[in-house]
């Protein structure tokens, strides 16, 4: 359907100009190609005018569909958002890569990443020693000084009249390198057996170990690979676990597995410490100068002759025009070439990337010590108290300074809302050019909605709910802009939407054979859709979409009144208590009264169950981060960590009946609180204990953290809210600099 388009790119095949790619809300997409340019613009201008997506800054219109890379860089905020570090090295590759014409639908165009670490021996790898890493300011070709002085050489004294010099007959991205990587995993081992007369290729050059690949990266004069996003988010491309017979080296070894480095026990590891290193201080430093060598000034010209980067002509976009070539069998081995070549990225600047701001921007003061017994001046910002002792069981902080109310919204136990303002310091703490006096402010001020909470302007929620409903976190669900407040577990089988301005009933949603008892919220990046997923006695889950109009709608949108569910998902056979929905990934998770957790695509289709060990029978709690990894609070005290692929990763048990669990937005991190008042934080892919914060004199009942990841907000069981100051960076560096 048209209306579930949410991004159009143009984009290139074969190096012409004749292709797009659209995007779907159901996080798939689909790329065609055309006969010229002319039939790409009647194309767009017939489809729905979405431009390239919400994410990057730029209108939604048809003509930024049509615009070229350079200028999708030019106008959009995404590099300035990237310096200020608000988006990580990896989601700033991926967008580099996105609007440079890098697609997964094209082999000959997959997005390219760095390598960036040089160990692949030791038994331990220190993130914190310079040595480990790899110089990106020079190609892989030029890293070895001996193969860069070859390389260097071959160029000088170029012999050939009929193409132009260059460096490298090789490619740093090529569709067989792409196979090459990931030849364990369908669909791409289907791909290469085609590619390939339905042989593999010889064992001693298929992809065995990490240590090998890399070292043929720095030694073998025809192999000059970069890498693929999946090593930074998929450690199944390092298991053969379709048994696939990939044969026998010379060594007398079989090819099974990739060998991982000795510092590295799992391929899980792996791929957790290759995304530490690329995001790191020492990559971050340096990965302009790599983004100049692959999409900037050094990509062409003699800036790439100086940086030895030049690659084969016809790697190059505007190298040949293959409608001007009239000879069928000439233009078809021209096409052949350009496959077997490589395709060098669209150029998307000419001048210098500007470097990333320093870490430094964003340290801040621990602000004042309020009134905690033993608590420690740099862990508790403040508690704020309410005028009732009912416990806030939900706490959502919207705080994005762009918000018409940045605010933290609680949700009493007696449904008793408030909205408490957000400090518009907070939102620019640690930001260049803003001083520490003026950070030094208190980050939540008291709003005056929460003082007329009394009298005629009560903002309680006094509509019946059903009897037999324990009133938790799950109950409600608050929207990103805090205008609307969402709340389940009424009677009539219905959730309802009410305004946190007025306190107003504005929607009530059926769709429930029997009483919701949770409901979940999720935003996607790209298109900016918002998921809600409600769940129920009846041991379903409808998916909904919330518009930007401020309601739920459904398949029929014309009947905002009585929406129908955007996807049904079944599978559970007892009451669903828990849910989580990650729109980025496009799935939800829930869990059932005696379990198992189920996961599920967004359009409802069931994917598996996440099945932990025996004992671990009722969940209660569950999140899951956009990186893929899901975690999930059983009863008495019980932890999984699961791959999103259903891999239980981790597992531990606890002295404590918690209630709030959250991950940090790197997935890295997961915080806990119940029922004896403590705050602790952990390392999520071990639950490696990494801090305790000072005991509260009451239970924690909810949880968020601030947009900037630096303010943890608790819901407690007396009434207050309390903020305490967290640095998840303090812990990567205290705790997970070696491995």
Known sequence: MFSEIRAVFSRRYLL????????????????????????????????????????????????????????????????????RREISNFEYLMFLNTIAGRTYNDLNQYPVFPWVLTNYDSEELDLTLPGNFRDLSKPVGALNPKRAAFYAERYETWEDDQTPPCHYNSHYSTAAS?????????????????????????????????????????????????????????????????????????????????????????????????????????????LHQWIDLIFGYKQRGPEAVRALNVFHYLTYEGSVKLDSITDPPLREATEAQIQSFGQTPSQLLIEPHPPRSSAMHLCFLPQSPLMFKDQMQQDVIMVLKFPSNSPVT???????????????????????????????????RGAPGYSLEQAHHLPIEMDSLVANNTGSNKRQITDLVDQSIQITTHCFVVTADNRYILVCGFWDKSFRVYSSETGKLTQIVFGHWDVVTCLARSESYIGGDCYIVSGSRDATLLLWYWSGRHHIIGDNPNNSDYPAPRAVLTGHDQEVVCVSVCAELGLVISGAKEGPCLVHTITGDLLRALEGP?????????????????????????????????????????????????????????????????????????????????????????????????????????????????????WHYEHQNRY
Not at 33 to 61: C, E, H, I, M, W
Not at 239 to 258: A, K, P, Q, W
């Open 178 to 286: 792409t196979l090459h990587w990931l030849v364990r995993i369908e669909p791409f081992t289907t791909f290469l057996l085609s590619a390939n007369n339905n042989k593999f290729d010889h064992p001693d050059r298929t992809f065995s170990a990490i240590a090998r690949s890399w070292r043929n990266c720095q030694r073998d004069t025809s192999d000059v690979k970069e890498l693929i996003p999946e090593f930074y988010y998929l450690p199944e491309m390092f298991v053969n676990s379709n048994g696939y017979h990939l044969g026998m080296r010379e060594d007398r070894t079989m090819v099974c597995d990739v060998d991982l480095p000795a510092w590295a026990k799992k391929p899980e590891d792996l791929v957790r410490i290759n995304r530490m290193a690329l995001e790191s201080e020492f990559v971050s430093c340096q």
């Open 614 to 730: 025996e004992h671990y029978r009722c969940p209660r709690l569950i999140s899951v981060s956009s990186e893929g990894h899901c975690i999930i609070n059983y009863e008495r005290g019980c932890f999984c960590n699961f791959s999103i692929n259903g891999k239980l990763l981790a597992q531990m048990e606890v002295n404590d009946s918690t209630r709030a669990i959250l991950l940090s937005s790197d997935g890295h991190n997961l915080v806990t609180g119940g029922d004896n008042g403590v705050v602790e934080v952990w390392q999520a892919c071990d639950f490696k204990q990494l801090y305790v914060y000072p005991g509260c004199d009451a239970g924690i009942r909810a949880m968020d953290l601030s947009h900037d990841q630096r303010t943890l907000i608790t819901g407690m069981a007396s009434g207050s809210i309390v903020a305490f100051n967290i640095d998840f960076n303090r």
């Open 394 to 428: 939900h706490v959502a902080a919207n705080t994005l300074p762009h918000l018409t109310i940045p605010a933290v919204v609680t949700v009493t136990c007696s449904r008793v809302f408030a909205v408490n303002r957000w400090h518009n310091t907070v939102g620019l």
């Open 16 to 83: 012409q100009n004749t292709a797009m790619e659209v995007f779907m809300a159901n996080r798939t997409s689909v790329m065609f190609n055309f006969p010229d340019q002319a039939t790409v613009k009647k194309v767009v201008y017939s489809l729905p005018r979405v431009g390239v997506g919400t994410s990057y800054g730029l209108p939604q219109a048809r003509r930024i569909s049509l615009a070229t890379p350079r200028q999708l860089f030019k106008s959009s905020n995404m590099t300035q958002r990237w310096q």
